[in-house]
């Protein structure tokens, strides 16, 4: 499967954004999937995943409440709404793929198959 992430960009402070991760090649009904993100000098970080079999995302505390992770079968799309942004969450974002993995794996970027080019997001103050 290819996945490419868009919808970022240059925001101020509490805006939102919407990203959208498209998959082709293969239907993202089939995977778990994962939003990550990379800031300038900083490891990969964990933003959130939505599993094959749900509707509803697991997130990291630091963006708990503010971004919520979709998905669109029909379109084979996910989103990832990210509302209420701060300077720290400027990075790029990146979405993935997992076959399967079991839930307490899916934090990990290591277990996921299939990786995008990301988008970048970039929060001023």
């Known amino acids: 499967v290819q996945l490419l992430a868009s919808g970022g960009g240059l925001v101020q402070a509490g805006s939102s954004l919407r990203l959208s991760c498209v998959a082709s090649?293969?239907?993202?009904?089939?995977?778990?999937m994962g939003w990550f993100r990379q800031a300038p000098g900083k490891a990969r970080e964990f933003v959130g995943f939505?599993?094959?079999?749900?509707?509803?995302?697991v997130y990291a505390d630091s963006v708990k409440g503010r971004f919520i992770i979709s998905r669109d079968n029909a379109r084979n799309t996910v989103y990832l709404q990210v509302n209420s942004l701060k300077p720290e969450d400027t990075a790029v974002y990146y979405c993935?793929?997992?076959?399967?993995?079991?839930?307490?794996?899916?934090?990990?970027?290591?277990?996921?198959?299939?990786w995008g080019p990301g988008t970048q997001v970039t929060v001023s103050s």
């Open positions: 090649g293969r239907s993202i009904s089939s995977y778990n």
């Open positions: 939505i599993k094959k079999t749900s509707s509803n995302g």
């Open positions: 993935a793929a997992n076959s399967n993995g079991i839930t307490s794996t899916l934090r990990l970027g290591d277990t996921y198959d299939y």
